[in-house]
């Protein structure tokens, strides 16, 4: 089984969606199951309703899931697991103070070395702790030898005891931390193999120590993926507006093609336009690249477009929120805007208030003509008769009638619209 195990503590961010979707073409190759388990260990940062739009956009974006699970429903099992490492002495009851723990970390900070838990505790007993009635937290101890995994993408990784430490397990609360709890529900779900951000690199020694100290000797399989960098070369931070998935969706990027790029990113592709169906055929998680991605913009609006073409004229109607007549129309716009917001704003340029500038009297005298005439089927003779009767030529009759009828002082050919325009033309000109 393969899982997409988000947090619900703020908005999906595009590095969350793409490991999202990897999971999931991964889990249709190998056809096994694909589980989402909503990470809610973290009681104070959990936003009310996260979860939800979570669930939704991955729906929105073809992700099907066999079943959602939520961690905090498991607390009594991750309870119970730590109880039994408790009593095999593979981890102790940690009495040291907030305090105290803090002052030795300023301390690390100041000698420029990284902090490593004291080992204060690591003798104490549950039996102390039930005499103590002080508050503690449960820490594992740390491995007796180096833990090392060979990582899909990074290939061979390698840590030392010191890098796992003996750390937290239990909060003072009886809460599992997030190690503990993700350790645990990998095992308890059976799960094949991990794909996640690269973030999580130095978290999953510390998960393989819990599963090895409870016995669990399936071997779990693991791929972090490099993080994404923006423009600038500089890690895509989740303030910036095109990380947030909500924000791309309402810029008009459509999720087939949001998807798309996401698998585009930092890897080959045997071509460059595609849809979720055909990746599972070709997808090679082992061939992503190690090196960050950069994110492209440019590059997502190319790909945008792309999927925009594909669409029929009634589908593309559809996302606009238009008339389905007019959908040919706006599939005809589609050489002048990438995104659907773009598509929109040009069209509604068309049915919206017009400013003709230097040409308000030439727009005066072709609306008062357009209104009065039997429109012609082909834009020739509507050309031909509505010059006879307006007197105008050249740039005083084409400029303030694609004004007229677009809104707009350039766009796609008058001749190519005028028919799709043609029985909305009196409305247009009003
Ligand atoms: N909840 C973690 C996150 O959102 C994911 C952890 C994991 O995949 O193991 O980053």
């Not at 389905?324 to 919206?352: N, P, Q, R, V």
């Amino acid at each position: 089984m393969l899982r997409f195990a988000p947090s619900p503590t703020g908005d999906m961010h595009i590095g969350n969606l793409r490991v999202a979707i990897l999971n999931y073409l991964v889990a249709k190759q190998r056809g096994e199951r694909f589980l989402i388990r909503i990470e809610d260990t973290d009681t104070q940062r959990n936003i009310e309703g996260k979860d939800q739009e979570i669930l939704e956009i991955l729906q929105k974006f073809g992700l099907e899931y066999d079943d959602v699970v939520y961690q905090s429903q498991n607390f009594s099992f991750h309870q119970n697991f730590a109880k039994k490492l408790l009593q095999e002495h593979k981890a102790f009851p940690c009495f040291c103070t907030p305090e105290e723990l803090q002052a030795q970390r300023q301390k690390a900070k100041e000698q420029k070395r990284p902090y490593r838990y004291s080992g204060k505790c690591e003798n104490s007993t549950l039996e102390e702790a039930a005499q103590k009635k002080e508050p503690f937290v449960v820490r594992i101890k740390k491995p007796q030898g180096p833990i090392a995994f060979y990582d899909l993408i990074k290939g061979d990784l390698h840590f030392e005891p010191k890098e796992v430490d003996s750390f937290v397990i239990l909060r003072a609360d009886g809460r599992p931390t997030y190690n503990f709890a993700c350790a645990i529900d990998d095992m308890l779900y059976d799960i094949s193999l991990v794909i996640r951000g690269e973030d999580h690199v130095s978290n999953t020694p510390k998960q393989i120590h819990v599963q090895r100290a409870l016995g669990y000797d399936k071997k779990i399989e693991y791929a972090h993926l490099p993080i994404i960098l923006n423009s600038e070369g500089k890690k895509m931070s989740k303030r910036e507006s095109a990380s947030s998935v909500k924000w791309l969706l309402e810029e008009g990027f459509l999720p087939q093609a949001i998807a798309n790029y996401l698998i585009l990113l930092g890897n080959k592709t045997p071509k460059e336009v595609f849809t979720l169906q055909e990746a599972i055929e070709w997808f090679d998680l082992s061939a992503l690249s190690k090196a960050p991605a950069r994110f492209d913009m440019e590059k997502l609006r190319f790909i945008n477009r792309a999927h925009l073409e594909k669409l029929t004229p009634q589908e593309l109607a559809q996302k606009l929120g238009i008339h389905e007549s007019l959908g040919a129309l706006a599939k005809l716009y589609l050489e002048e805007a990438s995104t659907l917001k773009e598509l929109k704003t040009k069209l509604d340029a068309i049915f919206g208030q017009k400013d003709f500038g230097e040409f308000e009297k030439e727009a005066k005298i072709l609306k008062e003509h357009i209104l009065a005439m039997e429109l012609p089927q082909s834009f020739e003779s509507f050309k031909k008769e509505l010059m006879a009767k307006s007197g105008l030529r050249g740039k005083r009759f084409f400029k303030p009638l694609r004004l007229l009828l677009t809104g707009a002082p350039h766009g796609p050919e008058i001749s190519q619209l005028y028919p799709l325009l043609k029985d909305h033309i009196k409305g247009i000109v009003q």
